[in-house]
């Protein structure tokens, strides 16, 4: 129940969607119909983001989300936005070797009024995501009916945004006499408007903008 309630306070009065200009009017039913452009970070560009997080005392995701944050508000003209994030769930330590989905997904709420500068704005987000993380044991579909908000068939529920961070070990090339290569796969299916998948290895940032083809052109999220 107190999870609950930090969430009901977190949430009052949240923006049901995310005004971003978009490339052809929103369909009243999602047919959820996704393209996929990817990108990498430079080098330099990832350090100095190491660097940035070191000095204000905030981890990597923090900054990447409050740099995603800005480039929405930019975008849509919102200085109040909810943005998705999944999270492991797997705060106890006996959880960590079990095999399963264990994933929740945290809607995040960003608050960008006053105009901030970097420096605040990142402690905002700290406070922001520590908070979040503490409270991450409700389920995501118990808290859209907890918060009773409202449905629509044209867009997701309280957010349709999503950033999703992935800092894990990649997985190792031999497994016994198997020889293990990733694949990417195009997506075809947008489960919301944007979802930007970021991943680090080697120095580099990898990033996959996974967006609605309903909405947007490629050419717009390149």
């Given at each position: 129940?107190?999870?609950?309630?930090?969430?009901?306070?977190?949430?009052?009065?949240?923006?049901?969607?995310?005004?971003?200009?978009?490339?052809?009017?929103?369909?009243?039913?999602?047919?959820?119909?996704?393209?996929?452009?990817?990108?990498?970070?430079?080098?330099?560009?990832?350090?100095?983001?190491?660097?940035?997080?070191?000095?204000?005392?905030?981890?990597?995701?923090?900054?990447?989300?409050?740099?995603?944050?800005?480039?929405?508000?930019?975008?849509?003209?919102?200085?109040?936005?909810?943005?998705?994030?999944?999270?492991?769930?797997?705060?106890?330590?006996?959880?960590?070797?079990?095999?399963?989905?264990?994933?929740?997904?945290?809607?995040?709420?960003?608050?960008?009024?006053?105009?901030?500068?970097?420096?605040?704005?990142?402690?905002?987000?700290?406070?922001?995501?520590?908070?979040?993380?503490?409270?991450?044991?409700?389920?995501?579909?118990?808290?859209?009916?907890?918060?009773?908000?409202?449905?629509?068939?044209?867009?997701?529920?309280?957010?349709?945004?999503?950033?999703?961070?992935?800092?894990?070990?990649?997985l190792p090339q031999q497994v016994g006499d198997?020889?293990?290569?990733?694949?990417?796969?195009?997506s075809v299916v947008a489960k919301f408007d944007?979802?930007?998948?970021?991943?680090?290895?080697?120095?580099?940032?990898?990033?996959?903008?996974?967006?609605?083809?309903?909405?947007?052109?490629?050419?717009?999220?390149?």
């Amino acid at each position: 129940e107190g999870q609950r309630s930090c969430w009901r306070q977190q949430l009052a009065n949240a923006p049901t969607l995310l005004t971003l200009p978009t490339d052809a009017p929103r369909p009243p039913i999602q047919r959820y119909r996704g393209g996929m452009v990817q990108d990498t970070v430079e080098a330099t560009l990832t350090a100095a983001l190491h660097r940035l997080s070191r000095q204000e005392g905030v981890t990597l995701f923090m900054t990447l989300y409050a740099a995603f944050a800005v480039l929405l508000a930019r975008y849509s003209g919102q200085d109040d936005l909810v943005i998705g994030a999944p999270i492991a769930n797997r705060q106890q330590r006996e959880w960590e070797p079990l095999i399963g989905f264990f994933v929740n997904t945290l809607p995040l709420r960003a608050d960008l009024s006053g105009n901030p500068r970097v420096g605040e704005f990142l402690q905002r987000v700290r406070q922001l995501l520590l908070d979040a993380y503490t409270h991450q044991d409700i389920p995501f579909e118990q808290l859209v009916n907890e918060l009773q908000v409202e449905r629509s068939l044209s867009h997701a529920p309280l957010f349709q945004v999503m950033l999703a961070f992935n800092n894990t070990s990649p997985l190792p090339q031999q497994v016994g006499d198997l020889t293990v290569t990733p694949l990417e796969l195009e997506s075809v299916v947008a489960k919301f408007d944007l979802t930007l998948h970021l991943s680090e290895a080697a120095g580099l940032l990898q990033a996959r903008w996974e967006y609605n083809r309903d909405l947007f052109t490629p050419a717009t999220i390149e």
